[in-house]
């Protein structure tokens, strides 16, 4: 009856023996196999970096995606951003930027959105001055198209200098200027103004 455990634990220790041999060798030849189908690395593959031209940054610095929010006396959120900014030319010029979009939120809700190829920040007189063609977009409705818009950044004050084209509800208004404005007093109303000779060709709705 002595005689089967001793079986046993003899199988047992073999079998152990075995496992410390075969288990070893079975990783390695897993690792060699792994090295063996293991893609070669290729030194053209690495992560391209963007090609700039350190002369030319450091003769014209400048600054991608530029950002610009400030909240107005009355209360309206101005947003402005661009494509690319440059630093002023000369003191107190301001700094100029490249395809800008601006946003005007005001208290009561409505929206107004600005997009300009270009403009720049008047520090001395509180103003953004945007150029390169200027397309405004209300909430109310209307799309007023310019050459030029001068907005503060103080007050709620956007105006457009010169001949302007709006599309809105009423119809095709053409005029000589336009203002966006808030009347006065905390309770003023905000006022789109087409001024000079004004024109409507009026399109009712269908």
């Given at each position: 009856?002595?005689?089967?455990?001793?079986?046993?634990t003899?199988?047992?220790?073999?079998?152990?023996?075995?496992?410390?041999?075969?288990?070893p060798?079975?990783?390695?030849?897993?690792?060699?196999?792994?090295?063996l189908?293991?893609?070669?690395?290729?030194?053209?593959?690495?992560?391209?970096?963007?090609?700039?031209?350190?002369?030319?940054?450091?003769?014209?610095?400048?600054?991608?995606?530029p950002n610009?929010?400030?909240?107005?006396?009355?209360?309206?959120?101005?947003?402005?951003?661009?494509?690319?900014?440059?630093?002023?030319?000369?003191?107190?010029?301001?700094?100029?930027?490249?395809?800008l979009?601006?946003?005007?939120?005001?208290?009561?809700?409505?929206?107004?959105e600005?997009?300009?190829?270009?403009?720049?920040?008047?520090?001395?007189?509180?103003?953004?001055?945007?150029?390169?063609?200027?397309?405004?977009?209300?909430?109310?409705?209307?799309?007023?198209?310019?050459?030029?818009?001068?907005?503060?950044?103080?007050?709620?004050d956007?105006?457009?200098?010169?001949?302007?084209?709006?599309?809105?509800?009423?119809?095709?208004?053409?005029?000589?200027?336009?203002r966006?404005?808030?009347e006065?007093?905390a309770?003023?109303?905000?006022?789109?103004?087409?001024?000079?000779?004004?024109?409507?060709?009026?399109?009712?709705?269908?």
């Amino acid at each position: 009856m002595s005689r089967v455990p001793m079986i046993e634990t003899d199988i047992h220790s073999r079998l152990i023996g075995w496992l410390k041999i075969v288990l070893p060798l079975l990783a390695l030849v897993i690792l060699s196999t792994l090295f063996l189908v293991a893609r070669t690395i290729n030194p053209d593959d690495a992560i391209p970096y963007a090609e700039v031209d350190v002369e030319e940054r450091l003769r014209e610095p400048r600054m991608t995606a530029p950002n610009y929010a400030g909240l107005t006396n009355d209360g309206a959120a101005l947003t402005v951003t661009g494509d690319e900014a440059r630093p002023a030319v000369t003191d107190g010029a301001g700094a100029s930027a490249t395809v800008l979009n601006g946003v005007l939120e005001t208290p009561d809700g409505a929206r107004t959105e600005l997009e300009a190829g270009a403009g720049r920040i008047d520090p001395a007189a509180r103003q953004i001055l945007l150029s390169g063609g200027v397309t405004v977009t209300s909430s109310s409705g209307w799309q007023v198209q310019g050459d030029t818009l001068t907005a503060a950044m103080d007050v709620t004050d956007i105006l457009l200098p010169t001949d302007v084209t709006a599309t809105g509800p009423a119809g095709v208004v053409t005029a000589d200027s336009m203002r966006l404005t808030k009347e006065a007093g905390a309770d003023g109303n905000y006022l789109l103004v087409f001024n000079g000779t004004v024109k409507l060709i009026y399109q009712p709705a269908n």
